[in-house]
């Protein structure tokens, strides 16, 4: 189960939004990652004075949590973060929506590109909402009890 369950998460994290993200001293803030899933990383475009990349410089112990129920997925990701200076993979990863942070665009000095190396996880991947609540009636109809509401369990990367 740990493979697909792998699997199902590297599906389902492409599709959720943000999370939040600490790391070291750094409490956790709101970040929008994007999955480098070929790489075995979650990738985030950040300032470099936040507590984050500061951290991050160290290679700080991180912890990414995702509630996602657009992608019905919900984890608990233990990892490293650290920086990366790389031209190449910050024009992959630059958008429309990072453009809005950073006043000279993709070229401010300002703008830290961070890598989280996942270690392990806690992963809960639902069925979906629909069938939750089917669920959650027929229970409550004959008086049985949930058993399956989707995959839940332990992933080491």
Not at 129 to 138: C, D, H, I, P, Q
Request: net charge negative; glycine share 8%; no cysteine.
């Amino acid at each position: 189960m740990t493979d697909t369950l792998k699997n199902e998460f590297w599906d389902r994290i492409e599709k959720a939004g943000p999370g939040m993200l600490s790391a070291g001293d750094a409490q956790a803030v709101p970040m929008t990652h994007q999955s480098g899933r070929d790489e075995g990383a979650l990738w985030f475009i950040t300032a470099r004075d936040t507590a984050l990349a500061t951290a991050a410089k160290g290679g700080a112990q991180s912890q990414y949590l995702v509630a996602s129920d657009s992608a019905n997925l919900y984890a608990r990701i233990d990892g490293a973060l650290r920086t990366v200076t790389d031209k190449a993979k910050l024009d992959e990863l630059w958008s429309a929506f990072a453009a809005a942070w950073f006043e000279d665009g993709k070229h401010d000095p300002d703008v830290q590109l961070i890598r989280f190396e996942p270690a392990r996880a806690e992963v809960w991947a639902s069925d979906g909402t629909a069938s939750f609540l089917y669920k959650v009636a027929r229970a409550n109809v004959d008086g049985s009890k949930i058993t399956d509401a989707g995959q839940h369990g332990h992933v080491t990367f």
